[in-house]
């Protein structure tokens, strides 16, 4: 069939490293924007890239674009759109929208009306007034921007992030994909020890375990196009299939998290558990204080306290200066560290070598790099922009 034109949604300056996943998966056709990677591919690609993509948010099929200044340019425009060629006789298609500096504003107002443009477009289609909307689900996006209307179709259901093992959630959990975005970026790739003093619920040693091992993340999960008539069941059967053989059930790791809250440890525990990689990562009960190892060359990436909360921060500050005197005894090995706090190099006790800024949530962070030495006769690199 021809190409679609598809999406991949990613939160602020994940979009490159989206972007570097995909040209891994084959799709070089790609064009990258605030917030998503625009890319070419065909029913297949919907099933490959929700399956493996570990930084994305959603996977969105493009059914068209158009500037839209009134309620009537919005409407028929969305009604000349071939929403049949997706949408079956009993599909239910909810809408969902987003206006951002366009003259619609009324985000409600512009659902109903592209509710009701697809629903004129149906009726044409298949000679009836009314739908019932009881088979698979069809989440329509109206998205406007500076007036410009982008309809697309939401392939993922539940957002990428959601992998499947995390049932149980701890206190502030960092998601699945910015933990990824920060393993991607740090350049860990499983050959050495990983450490991560602040793993509350497991998520970047889970993560990590699943990189270094070659688990799509997708895999134990449903997607909302696995029941699309359209997208033929076998290319779903044909991708889990080929993602179970490209495991690797070999290699060996040296992953460790630890954290000083005995229940986030326990959750981390049956988390890892869930996710098949408990037997790859060691869990334990441990202050910030107490951490060590007997290897060179590590990395040691986590997510920190911030001190959001009113009377945290002269907490977290003394935290940040306790760790990095505690991190400089690990002289050969290399830092990267989640903080919103304005002020943490200077708390830290050192400039960043790089940093990055990632949005935790809704909280504005930077992603400091500080690099250690490579292993002798590893080439170095710190030296390589990868993403």
Known sequence: MEKLNLIATAVFGVEAVVARELKKLGYTEQNVENGRVNFTGDYEAICRSNIWLRTAERVLIKVGEFKALTFDELFEGTKALPWEEWIPEDGEFPVEGKS????????????????????????????????????????????????????????????????????????????????????????????????????????????????????????????????????????????????????????????????????????????????????????????????????????????????????????????????????SKFDTWSFYILSSHPEFEKLFGRKADKKRKLYNGRIMCNYYQFFGPPPPGLQDLNSNELV
């Open 100 to 327: 951002v500096k366009s003259q619609l504003a009324s985000i409600s107002d512009c659902q109903a009306i592209v509710k009701k443009a697809v629903v004129e477009r149906l009726k044409k289609v298949y000679k009836r007034s009314w739908f019932e909307e009881t088979g698979p689900r069809y989440k329509i996006e109206v998205a406007l921007l500076k007036d410009v209307a982008t309809l697309t179709l939401d392939t993922s259901c539940a957002g990428l992030h959601k992998r499947g093992y995390r049932k149980l959630v701890g206190e502030a959990p960092l998601k699945e994909t910015l933990a990824c975005a920060m393993l991607l970026i740090s350049r860990w790739r499983g050959d050495r020890v990983l450490l991560d003093p602040f793993c509350g619920s497991g998520t970047i040693p889970i993560e990590a375990a699943m990189i270094a091992k070659n688990i799509a993340p997708g895999l134990k999960r449903e997607f909302a196009a696995e029941k699309w008539p359209s997208i033929p069941g076998y290319l779903w059967e044909r991708t889990r299939t080929e993602a179970m053989d490209m495991i690797d059930r070999e290699r060996a790791l040296r992953i460790r998290g630890t954290d000083i809250d005995e229940r986030e440890v326990s959750l981390a525990r049956y988390h890892a558990k869930e996710a098949g990689v408990d037997q790859f990562i060691h869990l334990q009960c441990m202050p910030v204080s107490g951490i060590s190892s007997r290897y060179k060359y590590g990395f040691i990436i986590c997510n920190p306290p911030y001190g959001e909360r009113s009377g945290e921060i002269k907490e977290v500050e003394k935290l940040y200066v306790e760790m990095g005197k505690i991190f």
